[in-house]
């Protein structure tokens, strides 16, 4: 998978520091955790990405079949997907420590990847 799986964002940190990779919730996007995270880890590097899923025109990770109810054919290949990326991004900046936070259904997609 690749660096660029997901439209994201990059907020570089020190050399060899930590990566955290912060997941939005339901009908934000990359930008909602940016401070939040930096102010978390200020010297780690930052990695955002955009839910590509639109639900009503709410991004999120995975589709859902109703309130509530995930389509766990869709969080089969969202988790695939994440995976590949947070894997690409963690072999490309070999960082020292790797850390995940996320909000509603970003939580839902770093827990189940």
Known sequence: MSKNAYIHKVLPGSPGSALLFVFHGTGADENQLLSFGRELA????????????????????????????????????????????????????????????GYSNGANILASA
């Open 42 to 101: 200020p010297s780690a590097t930052i990695v955002s990405p955009r839910g590509d899923v639109s639900e009503q025109g709410a991004a999120r990770f995975f589709r859902r079949t109703g309130e509530g109810v995930y389509d766990m054919d869709d969080l089969a290949r969202a988790t695939a997907k994440m995976a590949g990326f947070v894997k690409a991004h963690v072999e490309a900046a070999k960082p020292s420590a790797v850390f995940g936070l």
